[in-house]
């Protein structure tokens, strides 16, 4: 069976660094940095006071009938993940033009993926119980359809009328690159025309906040925000979380095509694997780092020394960054020299279950604009002789390079890894 080819057409965006795909790329360019101190609650008792949130989001501005009250109460009525799934997809679907006329929807499918789904949700749900206790139990009608994590998906499908293939995923911080791949496979098997793919997150909430303080996995440097995503720098105490929605239009090629839809990029191949080694650390030799990117090199049909540009997991752990590091040395031998590295989480935190689509569009984007974002914050180099600084880590500032072909890393709690490759269209 010949595999169809599947390219990019449509990029949508709602992050810390931006509210669409132009500034989002562009403060990515510019190192920008997302994060600042909380506002969602007030995290004054908790260990960190800071975050990388979606800035002045406003529901109503992406609802088709701002005006129609009912339309914009629905919308709000959804958790704020499945919000930023929704927004993020009515930019990427326009941007594709995928609901013009022709287009048959029984063949354009969604996955989209969340790594918690709705936190918020069930947060509130179980502070008003915990209120209203001696009454008996007191629940909204809403709360399971709100909370459960496949929803954004069955949202997005309900509103376009999307009938192929629909399903959320859980992979923990792997889970939108694996949303991503699953869409890539089911377009090349020929199982859907086009899909709609990507992941949303929103779990700055005391929960998750308090939950990550209690694992000691994220950053408490409060008193430089900003400086606190600092990957592959000795002085890294830990991820700053983020949260947002990402979404991106796969297309199958001869589609695309027939009816003029602009491309991108390509999608040329994906690769899963797993540490199975430690429930939230991750390998410390990099295996499966090493074997993610190994298979998903071979099923894109090239060689390492094809690879212009790794966006790095790069989350600003101890232990995470070195054993990447040391994976991707392993991987690309020599060409880790002469290829460039960069971990965009510096800017955007670690967006959970959307990081994996987050770090896609940012290789579909340096593939057509032939420029790599950097790693910022970088100050002082870890003396682990695992972290070779002759590989380039583009610290600092993006760097304008031929990029022909990039590959993203995703790793998850679980000891899930996936890595997707994307290459510059060419006919």
Request: proline share 4%; hydrophobic share 40%; with cysteine.
């Given at each position: 069976?010949?595999?169809?080819?599947?390219?990019?057409?449509?990029?949508?965006?709602?992050?810390?660094?931006?509210?669409?795909?132009?500034?989002?790329?562009?403060?990515?360019?510019?190192?920008?940095?997302?994060?600042?101190?909380?506002?969602?609650?007030?995290?004054?008792?908790?260990?960190?006071?800071?975050?990388?949130?979606?800035?002045?989001?406003?529901?109503?501005?992406?609802?088709?009938?701002?005006?129609?009250?009912?339309?914009?109460?629905?919308?709000?009525?959804?958790?704020?993940?499945?919000?930023?799934?929704?927004?993020?997809?009515?930019?990427?679907?326009?941007?594709?033009?995928?609901?013009?006329?022709?287009?048959?929807?029984?063949?354009?499918?969604?996955?989209?993926?969340?790594?918690?789904?709705?936190?918020?949700?069930?947060?509130?749900?179980?502070?008003?119980?915990?209120?209203?206790?001696?009454?008996?139990?007191?629940?909204?009608?809403?709360?399971?359809?709100?909370?459960?994590?496949?929803?954004?998906?069955?949202?997005?499908?309900?509103?376009?009328?999307?009938?192929?293939?629909?399903?959320?995923?859980?992979?923990?911080?792997?889970?939108?690159?694996?949303?991503?791949?699953?869409?890539?496979?089911?377009?090349?098997?020929?199982?859907?025309?086009?899909?709609?793919?990507?992941?949303?997150?929103?779990?700055?909430?005391?929960?998750?906040?308090?939950?990550?303080?209690?694992?000691?996995?994220?950053?408490?440097?409060?008193?430089?925000?900003?400086?606190?995503?600092?990957?592959?720098?000795?002085?890294?105490?830990?991820?700053?979380?983020?949260?947002?929605?990402?979404?991106?239009?796969?297309?199958?090629?001869?589609?695309?095509?027939?009816?003029?839809?602009?491309?991108?990029?390509?999608?040329?191949?994906?690769?899963?694997?797993?540490?199975?080694?430690?429930?939230?650390?991750?390998?410390?030799?990099?295996?499966?780092?090493?074997?993610?990117?190994?298979?998903?090199?071979?099923?894109?049909?090239?060689?390492?020394?094809?690879?212009?540009?790794?966006?790095?997991?790069?989350?600003?752990?101890?232990?995470?960054?070195?054993?990447?590091?040391?994976?991707?040395?392993?991987?690309?031998?020599?060409?880790?020299?002469?290829?460039?590295?960069?971990?965009?989480?510096?800017?955007?935190?670690?967006?959970?279950?959307?990081?994996?689509?987050?770090?896609?569009?940012?290789?579909?984007?340096?593939?057509?604009?032939?420029?790599?974002?950097?790693?910022?914050?970088?100050?002082?180099?870890?003396k682990d002789e695992n972290i070779d600084y002759n590989m380039n880590f583009t610290f600092g500032k993006a760097q304008k390079r031929v990029v022909n072909v990039a590959l993203s890393n995703t790793f998850g709690f679980g000891g899930h890894n996936a890595s997707i490759i994307v290459k510059k269209f060419n006919s």
């Amino acid at each position: 069976m010949e595999l169809k080819r599947v390219v990019v057409t449509g990029l949508g965006a709602i992050t810390p660094i931006g509210l669409d795909v132009e500034t989002t790329w562009k403060n990515a360019l510019d190192g920008v940095s997302g994060a600042g101190p909380i506002t969602h609650f007030d995290s004054s008792l908790f260990k960190t006071h800071f975050a990388c949130e979606v800035k002045d989001f406003d529901p109503v501005k992406f609802v088709d009938n701002p005006d129609d009250r009912r339309e914009v109460k629905d919308f709000k009525r959804n958790d704020l993940y499945t919000q930023y799934a929704m927004a993020a997809a009515k930019q990427a679907v326009e941007d594709a033009n995928l609901l013009e006329e022709g287009i048959d929807r029984n063949e354009v499918g969604v996955v989209f993926a969340s790594g918690i789904g709705g936190l918020h949700t069930f947060e509130d749900q179980a502070g008003y119980y915990a209120k209203h206790e001696a009454d008996g139990p007191k629940y909204s009608p809403f709360f399971i359809p709100t909370m459960i994590a496949d929803i954004a998906a069955g949202q997005i499908s309900i509103k376009y009328g999307f009938r192929g293939p629909n399903y959320g995923i859980v992979s923990a911080c792997a889970t939108s690159t694996n949303a991503l791949i699953d869409a890539f496979n089911l377009i090349r098997l020929g199982k859907a025309v086009a899909m709609v793919t990507g992941g949303s997150e929103a779990s700055i909430f005391p929960a998750g906040v308090g939950g990550f303080n209690a694992m000691k996995a994220i950053s408490t440097r409060n008193d430089e925000p900003e400086k606190a995503s600092r990957p592959f720098s000795a002085s890294r105490d830990g991820f700053v979380m983020g949260e947002g929605g990402v979404c991106l239009i796969f297309e199958e090629l001869e589609h695309a095509l027939a009816r003029g839809a602009k491309i991108y990029a390509e999608v040329i191949g994906g690769g899963m694997s797993a540490d199975a080694y430690h429930i939230t650390a991750s390998h410390p030799e990099g295996l499966g780092a090493r074997l993610v990117m190994q298979r998903a090199i071979d099923d894109a049909g090239i060689t390492p020394e094809d690879v212009d540009y790794v966006n790095v997991h790069g989350t600003s752990t101890p232990v995470g960054d070195t054993s990447e590091a040391q994976a991707i040395a392993d991987v690309f031998g020599k060409h880790a020299y002469d290829m460039n590295i960069s971990s965009t989480k510096s800017m955007t935190g670690h967006m959970l279950g959307a990081t994996g689509a987050m770090e896609a569009l940012f290789c579909v984007k340096a593939c057509q604009d032939d420029i790599v974002p950097p790693t910022i914050n970088h100050e002082d180099d870890d003396k682990d002789e695992n972290i070779d600084y002759n590989m380039n880590f583009t610290f600092g500032k993006a760097q304008k390079r031929v990029v022909n072909v990039a590959l993203s890393n995703t790793f998850g709690f679980g000891g899930h890894n996936a890595s997707i490759i994307v290459k510059k269209f060419n006919s």
